[in-house]
């Protein structure tokens, strides 16, 4: 484990701006304690992903930054819809470099409207700011062009990083998977020229088996999660997904697996983090990046439980495994695309498919309502909602409708909406 004045001296190698990041950091910690660790009855197999939590600055980083000496690259990430199996599978390392924090807001305000979600305004400030080293150590940013914010924001930030955008088709017919393979291939041409190797098959597949591991374990946790009483928090199981953006993917598989483990025992003996009868809440929206836990609290704080994520940090990052038993090049890239395109973004028209996906989880969780969350200024999730809204009513499953951003301010307002909720259900 590097000491503490290596970490610094890293941070200083890598451009960080330490004043700023100390205000930052500063602040982390009884935040984490308040909100994380504070919980109750959590499974000891939680420690190591606190841990990576509590480091998040340090030892991914340090870890990132010594690939880097040995030669290595890093392309940092924004969107579940970048298939980490081609980087994995070019010999670099992937990390996700979305912005869930308030602090980094104002620094993405100063180039952006005012009007933009919170998570474009986060990710762009984390990088103007010079306060976070995923940032700083990533070598190739690669964004997507899903919605209007992104694509613009990818223009900002492009003067400032080396950046390739990938882009995203708005319907999911044959002819738009075909086009998103081809996509694909081109983020391979990309990345071997960043890295110098050659895509080959054989690595492919490896990167193919590399991510589907790490998927399967999310699977597994979801399952577990459907036992009554929940074995696990929402908030920890979120956490845990939050983490996955982050870590060495075959080592974050086995630590999945043994917190699974755990939890396994936890249901064959009754035992769980909150009561029986603890009502039960699917989460659906835009997605929660680290340290965003604003609202899973708030549920679990008013005595719910979040039974599953319906989110990008969620189901959506490990829902649908990519097709193993394809040995050329070509279908390779083809299970790619057919398995990334089966996500459901609400960048795509018509998107029928989350709706079905809400229902499916809540119905497998046996959730007794849904918390619609939306970022404010999130043009496609807030209107999204709407039919959100009618599917879950046709489902007879409750929905509570909550547009927010990451400020602290409405935390009290919100309590009061989410506990009228629960009463109700
Ligand atoms: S696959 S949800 S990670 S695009 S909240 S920036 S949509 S204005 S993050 Fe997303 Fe990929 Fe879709 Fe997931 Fe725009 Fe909305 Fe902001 Fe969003």
Redesign the pocket.
Known sequence: MPSYPEIREMWAQLGVDLDKHDAYVGSFPKMFKETILCQENRPQAMEYFSDVVKRLHGARPWELFQHKKAGGKVVGT????VPDELIYALGAASTGL?GGDQFWVPAGQAVLPSN?????AS?LGSRLDRTSPFCQVADLYVG?A?????KK?WEILGQDVNLHVMD?PQKKRDKDTQRFAQEIEELGHVLEKLTGNTLTSERLAEGIRLINGRRRALQRLQAVRAARPAPISGLDALMVTQVGFYDDPARFAGQVNQLCDELEDRVKSGQGVAPAEAKRIVLTG??MAIPNWKLPRIVEQSGAVAVAEE??TGS?FFENLVDENTVDMESMIQALAQRYLK?N???FTPNQGRMDDIIRLARDNRADGVIDY??Q?????TTESHLVGQAMKQAGLPMLQVVTDYSAEDRAQLSTRVQAFLEML
């Open positions: 924004y969107c579940v819809y979305c933009m979600c919170a998570l474009v990710s997507e899903t919605c209007d914010g992104k924001a995203m835009s997605p989110l990008c959506r996500t973004c609400a960048c939306a970022l200024f999130c043009g496609l999730y």
